[in-house]
């Protein structure tokens, strides 16, 4: 103990007597400090009066014993209206607050600009407000964005966390570019690195957009707010649970599992989570007999049948008149992605597993209070019944198997701590691996005076 006071005392007059007068404490990472909250920060480094390589990390927000985690935002310039690429404010506080509710502090700095409310910039941001930095994070436009700077012809998320990500930042910055459309990809949501600290949003070209009203649909502009919101809340909690070390079934690449209860989940990444208990059926009826269009089970009029009852209860005769049921969309889901009781979260693990050999249709998505799912369209509730209820998985579904939920929150990989205190932080982790999102079918609703 002795020793590493002396240390410390030696560090701490040595800094500030070639710190120009600044009455901070500068810390860097040395193996003798202890992080008792696992975050890989100091604890030292977290205390009123100190910073961390030239970070005021506590006036940023950093606490001892509490995990901190900070995210360097790089917004790509929008150069056009695309509501995609136009960071919400909103969307962070989304995501934070769930963060906050599970201890964990999640610090986003999007820098002096690109960050808005609507299709509006929003300015003289504090530390509150997502500016720590106090500088511009903001990246060139660029039509396409890739991983890696396989083309010459746009910019690759790698080569801008080279570029803009400064020495002292990678001590402890995770890097998200909020970025344009993919190039190969052309569609798809995003880009992350598993356990590792780079992702990248593309939530361009989506047909996000502050419209409205839509009187037909009973859509007013605060549903189409909260439908750009929601998108890009849960594709940046999604991205960032894969740099935290999440895979689409949690702890395994098998996707579309009903019971694994989190947005990793592509059934619940962009529609949220359903409710459990009323209609908690919604986004599983709707992928397996709407979207899954090279599944056996797509039988448009068996969707129909299983969502009469909802229609009839929650949507207008105009809706179900204008458009055919082959192009129905999620806006009739329990609170669905225009909502503001739109659900995301991780997973904490507390599901049944679900056996395709055998499954009990009357427990649902196994979650407590669940409420009947008709697994196999056939309008009844079995006690026994084999079918594989996540078919849409194209990847790494094994067929009929059993399928299990995850704790997502008390298994989140912190990559920081992972490096050990002293050690160098490098730069790049190129062996990580590469999670691409799929191309998702961007479905745009109509709004007032479009159709
Ligand atoms: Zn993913």
């Known amino acids: 103990m002795k020793r590493i006071l ?46 961390f390589y030239g970070m005021p990390l506590y006036d940023w927000g950093a606490r001892t014993g509490q995990p901190d985690i900070f995210v360097h935002v790089a917004p790509m310039n929008p150069a056009t209206t695309d509501a995609g690429m136009m960071l919400q404010k ?22 002096k600009y690109g960050l808005y409310e609507g299709y509006n910039e929003l300015s003289n941001r504090g530390y509150s407000d997502y500016n720590l930095s106090g500088t511009s994070h903001v990246v060139p436009y660029s039509q396409y964005i890739d991983i890696s700077g396989t083309s010459s012809s746009f910019v690759s998320l790698t080569n801008l966390m080279s570029e803009y990500l400064s020495y002292n930042r990678t001590q402890i910055f995770y890097f998200m570019v909020m970025g344009s459309e993919q190039y190969t990809y052309n569609g798809s949501s995003g880009i992350a690195y598993l356990n590792d600290r780079r992702f990248l949003i593309t939530l361009a070209g989506g047909g996000l957009g502050f419209f409205g009203p839509n009187p037909t649909l009973g859509l007013t502009s605060d549903n189409f707010e909260n439908y750009v919101v929601n998108n890009q809340a849960s594709t940046i909690m999604h991205e960032f649970g894969h740099t935290l070390g999440l895979r689409h079934g949690g702890d395994e690449s098998q996707n579309y599992k009903p019971n694994y209860y989190s947005i990793m989940n592509y059934l619940y990444q962009l529609n949220g989570l359903p409710r459990i208990g009323t209609n908690e059926w919604d986004r599983y009826y709707y992928e397996r007999y709407i979207e899954s269009a090279s599944s056996p089970y797509q039988v448009s009029n068996l969707w129909s049948d299983l969502m009469v009852d909802f229609y009839d209860s929650y949507t207008t005769d105009q809706y179900e008149t204008d458009y055919s049921y082959a192009s129905l969309l999620p806006l009739d889901f329990k609170d669905n992605a225009f909502s503001d009781t739109y659900n995301m979260d991780y997973s904490y693990g507390e599901g049944g597993d679900l056996v395709e050999t055998t499954l009990n249709e009357n427990l649902g998505l196994r979650q407590s209070g669940s409420n009947p799912v008709d697994w196999d369209g056939d309008s009844l ?13 194209t990847e790494d579904n094994a067929g009929v198997t059993t399928l299990h939920d995850h704790n997502d929150w008390g298994n989140l990989f912190l990559y920081f701590n992972s490096v050990s205190a002293g050690t160098a932080r490098t730069q790049n982790n190129d062996e990580a691996e590469i999670i691409i999102e799929k191309i998702r079918d961007y479905k745009a609703i109509p709004f007032e005076g479009s159709f």
């Open 6 to 51: 002396l240390l410390i005392s030696a560090v701490a007059v040595l800094l500030l007597s070639c710190d120009g007068g600044s009455s901070y404490i500068n810390y860097t990472n040395d193996s003798s400090y202890t992080d008792a909250d696992n975050d890989g920060i100091p604890d030292v480094a977290e205390i009123s009066g100190t910073s």
């Open 90 to 111: 909103k969307a962070l506080d989304k995501v934070v607050a769930k963060f906050d509710e599970n201890g964990i502090s999640l610090h986003f700095d999007v820098g």
């Open 381 to 393: 509730f079995e006690a026994s019944v084999s079918a594989d209820i996540n078919v849409s998985d």
